[in-house]
């Protein structure tokens, strides 16, 4: 591309052009075709009847029935709520500061932090059907570990009465090591001169961390608690591989991929619920935004 010491896009030759355009356009299109369509038609497909298998045209539109039965007559929707709330409060009050307290120590410099850092964020980069699979070897009932070393015969996996936690204590291995990365950034913005400020006036470590260094990442612990709720809604593919979201483990999520692809085949009323996901995700992003736009103003 030529050098110009023009500014703005009138000054660009037609090739520099027809690559800024491009660069704009492909993107926008993707994005438009992989998030906006699919959202607008989930929201659109929640206020009809339609099953997947007749033609479009036969499709009616009935309204708010889907939300009506959605939150009245569909038993599994209140108690895939409550475990989503769970999983939300599990992953905020355990994993985070436990992720947290993680990223202080490596920050540091405690000795093999490096080691450490490659450890906790590998099952990050896992999927998280893969990460269900490993605590299989934890969790099963005739050759797990957890079993062989207690001496017991619990399913953790097929026990409703259990296998929510047997399943969070999963989650919590992943998502710690995320947090962990977050805040292991954070703390790396955080001006030297304000801890040795805190320290010449005799304030102790604690003090220094909560008083000074915590408030400073203000923006980091908007991220990680927007993060932390879109996880908390997105849970869904943990609970999949092991029971199909059912038996104790239903999720909004789960619920979601049994009424569209399962074999009851409601893809208007899994849109209802999809769009309930889209809707609450939706005021803590925008909150997050706000935020942004605040500080940068």
Known sequence: MARRKYKGIDQLSGRDRLTVSLMVVIPTLIVVALVWLPAVASVLLSFTNWDGIGPIS????????????????????????????IWFAVLFLIATPFGMFLAVLIDKGVR?????????????????????????LVYSRDQGILNAATGGTTDWYGDSSVNLWAVLVA????????????????????????????????????????????PVMRPINMIVLVVTVIEALRAFDLVWVINKGRNGLELIGALVVQNVIGEASRIGFGSALATIMLLISSVFIAIQLRIIMREDS
């Open 171 to 214: 989650q919590i291995w992943r998502h710690a090591g995320y947090i962990m990365l977050l805040y292991l950034a954070g703390l790396k913005g955080v001006d030297p001169s304000l801890r040795e400020a805190a320290r010449v006036d005799g304030a102790s470590e604690r003090s220094i961390f909560f008083r000074i260094i915590f």
């Open 58 to 85: 036969e499709v009616k539109t009935i309204g708010l029935k889907n939300y009506h039965d959605v939150f009245t007559i569909y038993p599994p929707f209140w108690p895939a709520v409550q475990h989503n709330l």
């Open 112 to 136: 093999g932090s490096r080691f450490y850092q490659t450890s906790l964020y590998m099952p990050v980069v896992l999927s998280t059907a893969l990460v269900g699979f490993i605590w299989q």
